[in-house]
């Protein structure tokens, strides 16, 4: 299965958390897992906090100091910081789906984050019974 993602700007988190839930419930499997990847460089995935928005804003603002834009850096493309910030969060994540349900924690989400957009996104899922 694939989600097509378009972000706005350069620095965001989308929480896909509803998306994936529609996959697993149209898909039908009650028990297993989810994989959610994504196939690009200078994107991510994570699982964090999804009732206060002022988390994502601490952990983008956090990642910005920790990653800068830097003149010095070689890439040629110039989008070496959004590289970095895409392997701290990694590319792909696995939930346990519970008689249906995803198993996250009551304030759990799952984010797409793109570090270098505005662009048009992959999300793979894959969805295994058992």
């Known amino acids: 299965m694939v989600i097509t993602i378009n972000t706005d700007k350069k620095d965001e988190f989308i929480n896909?958390?509803?998306?994936?839930?529609?996959?697993?419930?149209?898909?039908?499997?009650?028990?297993?897992?989810?994989?959610?990847?994504?196939?690009?460089?200078?994107a991510g995935i994570t699982i964090n906090e999804n009732a206060d928005p002022d988390v994502v804003i601490d952990i983008l603002t956090t990642l910005n100091m920790v990653f800068p834009d830097r003149?010095?850096?070689?890439?040629?493309?110039?989008?070496?910081?959004?590289?970095?910030?895409?392997?701290?969060?990694?590319?792909?994540?696995?939930?346990?789906?519970?008689?249906?349900?995803l198993k996250l924690g009551t304030w759990q989400g799952i984010y797409f984050c793109e570090f270098d957009g505005p662009r048009?996104?992959?999300?793979?899922?894959k969805i295994i019974e058992g």
């Open 16 to 42: 896909i958390t509803s998306l994936i839930r529609q996959q697993v419930e149209k898909s039908g499997v009650r028990n297993g897992v989810v994989t959610v990847f994504v196939p690009h460089t200078t």
């Open 120 to 125: 048009t996104r992959k999300v793979y899922l």
């Open 71 to 101: 003149k010095e850096y070689r890439h040629f493309e110039g989008n070496s910081a959004a590289h970095m910030k895409a392997s701290v969060m990694g590319s792909s994540c696995n939930v346990i789906i519970e008689n249906g349900t």
